[in-house]
């Protein structure tokens, strides 16, 4: 299943956190990433415990990889957090699977364009609409990446690209684009097996289902 909400935190939502995390998002200079930082997590809290019904105690098992990939620990569930402008998501799985989410505009093509293979960076700049493109292509190809575990570790020379599918490192992922509801943002989830997906919406203090 994946969540969204909007990247917002209240005094009530930072008391169900775990110091360490409280403490963890002041090492953030800017104070919308320390609010991203921490409304992902009150989300993800909110998605565990509501609806996959664990106990606040395995939440706050949350930890993270040496590669920076957020984990529960064995015996848990899969999950994979992302945030970026006004918007955060978690999405949470028996299996594998990543989540990417990117708002507009984007403030430096031609840099971003640099992290891509060459093939895909010229795809893109001969679209019509070159930042949309890159925004699209983006969160399906680190969707993938964060659900291999590496992240933008893995190595891109064998990366390929197809309507639905990214193969990375060996490995072939179905990507889905998300609606979300603001057109600003563009969203992609990726799992190893075509999924069907339940979303919901936190708006308030309740998950609200809107789409599946």
Not at 185 to 190: F, G, I, P, R, T
């Amino acid at each position: 299943m994946v969540a969204f909400s909007p990247a917002a935190i209240t005094v009530d939502d930072r008391a169900v956190l775990p110091e360490r995390m409280q403490i963890a998002a002041q090492k953030y200079l800017r104070s919308e990433d320390r609010i991203r930082y921490l409304s992902v997590r009150v989300l993800l809290r909110r998605v565990l415990v509501d609806i996959f019904q664990l106990s606040p105690d395995a939440f706050d098992m949350l930890t993270k990889t040496e590669l920076g990939q957020p984990v529960l620990g064995g015996g848990y569930p899969c999950i994979s957090i992302t945030h970026s402008g006004p918007l955060v998501a978690c999405a949470v799985s028996p299996h594998p699977l990543g989540i990417d989410l990117e708002c507009g505009p984007v403030i430096d093509l031609k840099s971003c364009l640099n992290a891509l293979p060459p093939f895909l960076a010229k795809e893109i700049c001969d679209s019509v609409n070159p930042d949309q493109a890159f925004l699209e292509y983006w969160t399906r190809i680190e969707s993938a990446l964060k659900g291999t575990g590496l992240g933008f570790l893995c190595p891109l020379d064998g990366l390929r690209v197809a309507d639905g599918l990214i193969t990375v490192n060996n490995q072939c992922w179905y990507t889905r684009k998300l609606d979300l509801q603001d057109t600003r943002c563009v969203c992609h989830l990726a799992t190893l097996q075509p999924a069907s997906i339940t979303m919901f919406h936190a708006s308030d203090s309740h998950l609200k289902h809107y789409h599946s």
